[in-house]
């Protein structure tokens, strides 16, 4: 199998999306990065994980219902957006991330 059979186009632009509570009806939204590894672990995206490491913490990012909209995963990496208000919003997740384009066979 080659990797263009493996990804269609070989693009970010096959991706799952996840909508959990009231979805985008909040005006502002905290985004959160992860990656999803060979291994099976999901893991903060690199910046997040230096946060996380030092003393000081950085402030969430927060943007905009409309950036929300816009953002696109990478394949390995899961995007997770959560309302300021009503707890509701997004997850975007990649298309190795999700197992999308993956041939599991179950063993037993």
Request: hydrophobic share 40%; aromatic share 6%; net charge positive.
């Amino acid at each position: 199998m080659t990797a263009a059979m493996a990804m269609p186009g070989n693009t970010a632009e096959t991706f799952l999306v996840h909508f959990f509570g009231t979805g985008l009806a909040d005006d502002r939204y905290v985004v959160e990065r992860f990656r999803a590894r060979a291994d099976g672990d999901i893991v903060p995206a690199p910046a997040e994980a230096l946060a996380a490491k030092s003393a000081r913490k950085t402030k969430h990012n927060v943007v905009s219902r409309k950036e929300v909209e816009a953002m696109r995963p990478d394949r390995t990496e899961i995007i997770i957006c959560t309302g300021l208000k009503t707890r509701g919003g997004r997850q975007a997740w990649g298309s190795i991330a999700a197992g999308l384009l993956c041939d599991r066979k179950q063993k037993g």
